[in-house]
Structures are given as structure tokens and as C-alpha cells.
């Protein structure tokens, strides 16, 4: 995860958000039994979850809630959404 994380970090434009994106796609190909959501319906449900609970999972980390969303926070969320019940 850590490795992820790492990625979500280094997010910091529309062109970092798609690389990202494309990372995500091809580790999902490459493995789809670490994903818990691996249809679109699952993922976007899981992703409505995230964005409902972001703020207070950001306070249980020790970070800030987001006041304006960045391509970074856009990162945040879709990899949340992959793993997110």
C-alpha cells in the first residue's frame, strides 16, 4: 500500500491523474484478485462511500479534511474506491 500511496502523493496535475489512472487500470488487469471492487457498479459505490466518509477517514489519519479538492484528491479517491467496502 505504501507504494500507492507514495503514487497518490506525487499526483499533482491532469497528466500525473491520468498516468495514475492508467497504473490503476493495468494493476486491476494484472490483479484483479487484490481489487474488492471489480465492476463498475462496485467501484462507483464503493467511490460515493469514500467521498461520504473521506473527511473523517483524513481525521483518523491524522490529516486535514479537503476544503478544495486537488487532482491529487481525485488520485485519493479512485484508489480508495478499488478497495473500499
Known sequence: MRD???RVSSVGSKDDLAEFVCMLRDNLAKNRE??????????????EAWIRVMDQSRKNAGKDPIESPSW???????LAAGAYE
Open 4 to 6: 500507492w500511496e507514495k
Open 72 to 78: 491529487q484528491t481525485v488520485a485519493e479517491i479512485l
Open 34 to 47: 487484490e481489487w474488492e471492487n471489480t465492476t463498475l457498479e462496485n467501484f462507483l459505490e464503493a467511490m
